[in-house]
């Protein structure tokens, strides 16, 4: 059995008159997270650990930044190509694991519906998605609630 992990983290800038995207769901907030993209941390962060999962670089590798086609570009295109990539490469992903750093809203009243898109994009059972949520205690740049994070693992399995 061929089993490999990958890690994850994003972060976004908070701010006034955004959209805030977060995990897949919009989530209603006097906020949103500011980005190139749909600025959704978990979504990157998820992505980002199963392309380091299979080492096949970043978001930023496939979807570079500086190219304007990727302006507001749902996060679903880039958790869609990670995903393709680890069933080409012969690989299922086992499980994965995110937490989002914040200090507001409350995550964990949207946790199931952002593992029931999760699971959807992915193909995978909701049970081997798991979404939880923490605060900063105040502390920083979270604290101060000018942005927020997210870390992801996810785990992927082949038969060797
Ligand atoms: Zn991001």
Known sequence: MNFRIGFGFDVHQLAENYDFWLGGIKIPHTKGA?????????M??????????????????????????WKNAKSKIF??????????KGYMISNIDCTIICE???????????????????????????VKATTNEKLGYIGRKEGIAAQAIATVLKND
Do not use: C
């Not at 500011?34 to 978990?42: F, M, P, Q, R």
């Open 34 to 42: 500011v980005g190139h993209s749909d600025a959704d941390v978990a």
């Open 44 to 69: 990157h962060a998820i992505t980002d650990a199963i392309y380091g999962a299979i080492a096949e670089g970043d978001i930023g590798t496939w979807f570079p930044p500086d190219n304007p086609k």
């Open 79 to 88: 958790l869609d190509h990670a995903s393709k990539l680890v069933t080409e």
């Open 104 to 130: 507001e809203p409350k995550i964990q009243p949207h946790a199931q519906k952002m593992i029931q898109y999760l699971s959807e994009v992915l193909l995978i059972n909701e049970e081997r998605i798991s």
